[in-house]
């Protein structure tokens, strides 16, 4: 079955550039989304189709892909932006959809 | 505002039934098409199923084909996800999202 690879864990000090990425054969034609969980809460998108920003969404949240691999960045991260994110994606038939393992990303 | 909210948890025995329901409001139900995601206690997200915004066209993650089935009724802006001959592994929180909105999920818990 598809899979979707994320690094376990990523750790920054706060305003250093966070970057987590995301590999998968079928990214090279479907796109990536990003979501953001915090303990005990609902997942939050933050990245949809590769890099489309919701409005909701701070600008130090951005998103690309390139190939098999996409990569959710932010720029200046801050202590609330602790959390595990998810990659989001579908296999090459478009009709099964997958998540990451999930990264968590330390900010201290 | 967008709302979804899902009802219908609890706790079942091994190789039992439950329905899930997901209430949906304010934004237009039939134009989506809407997921189910669950997440096991202390695990990563998970996708279920999907069903396309006319309910014709559903797909199954290969952990729950055959057991689950998903459904929606577009003039009660509602979504459902039967599960039959439920697992211990089927524990977990169960919810719906049309992809850029989730509820805020139901506890399924599988248990004798």
């Known amino acids: 079955s598809y899979e979707l690879t994320q690094p376990p864990s990523v750790s920054v000090s706060p305003g250093q550039t966070a970057r987590i990425t995301c590999s998968g054969d079928a990214l090279a034609k479907k796109y990536a989304y990003w979501y953001q969980q915090k303990s005990g809460q609902a997942p939050v998108l933050v990245i949809y189709e590769d890099s489309k920003r919701p409005s909701e969404i701070p600008e130090r949240f951005s998103g690309s892909s390139s190939g098999t691999l996409a990569t959710l960045t932010i720029s200046g991260a801050q202590v609330e932006d602790e959390a595990d994110y998810y990659c989001?994606?579908?296999?090459?038939?478009?009709?099964?959809?997958?998540f990451g393992g999930g990264t968590k990303l330390t900010v201290l | 505002q967008v709302q979804l909210v899902e009802s219908g948890g609890g706790v079942v025995q091994p190789g039992r039934s439950l329905r899930l329901s997901c209430a949906a409001s304010?934004?237009?139900?039939?134009?989506?098409?809407i997921h189910w995601v669950r997440q096991a206690p202390g695990k990563g997200l998970e996708w279920v199923a999907v069903?396309?915004?006319?309910?014709?066209?559903?797909y199954y993650a290969d952990s729950v084909k055959g057991r689950f089935t998903i459904s929606r009724d577009n003039s009660k802006n509602t979504l459902y996800l039967q599960m039959n001959s439920l697992r211990a592994e089927d524990t977990a929180m169960y919810y719906c999202?049309?992809?850029?909105?989730w509820g805020q999920g139901t506890l399924v818990t599988v248990s004798s």
């Open positions: 989001y994606s579908t296999d090459s038939s478009g009709t099964h959809w997958v």
């Open positions: 999202a049309n992809g850029a909105y």
């Open positions: 069903i396309s915004y006319d309910g014709n066209n559903k």
């Open positions: 304010g934004f237009t139900f039939s134009n989506f098409s």
